[in-house]
């Protein structure tokens, strides 16, 4: 399995930046589809954004399209979440998510996750 860790998280102000990083470990990171999800306080946990495992395809919810990018870097095993022009609603903690390759051609699109990092905060003040 692969284990994932999320760092970059913290407080901005509205129209402000952040970048989370996700770093993987254990297995081959190349084999994996990866997303990013994330769970504002009384709701649901929702789907961001995902990248193929190939890096040739990105996907995004309508909510943060054109201010959010996801990249990923198969060498260093890291996905990235560019996030700008942030919103008070984009307010949640915010999880990288993955799932083999040779389950799902990209998570959060063709299937869910099958595996999750513990979180990071993102709180956006006005």
């Known amino acids: 399995q692969v284990q994932l860790v999320e760092s970059g998280g913290g407080l901005v102000q509205a129209g402000g930046s952040l970048r989370l990083s996700c770093a993987a470990s254990?297995?081959?990171?190349?084999?994996?589809?990866t997303g990013w999800y994330r769970q504002a306080p009384g709701k649901e946990r929702e789907f961001v954004a995902a990248?193929?495992?190939?890096?040739?395809?990105?996907y995004y919810a309508d909510s943060v399209k054109g201010r959010f990018t996801i990249s990923r870097d198969n060498a260093q095993n890291t996905v990235s979440l560019q996030m700008n022009s942030l919103k008070r609603e984009d307010t949640a903690v915010y999880y990288c998510?993955?799932?083999?390759?040779?389950?799902?051609?990209?998570?959060?699109?063709?299937?869910?996750?099958?595996?999750w990092g513990q979180g990071t905060q993102v709180t956006v003040s006005s």
């Open positions: 990248i193929s495992w190939s890096v040739s395809n990105t």
């Open positions: 998510a993955a799932v083999s390759r040779f389950k799902c051609r990209t998570v959060g699109v063709d299937c869910s996750p099958e595996y």
């Open positions: 254990g297995r081959t990171f190349r084999n994996y589809a």
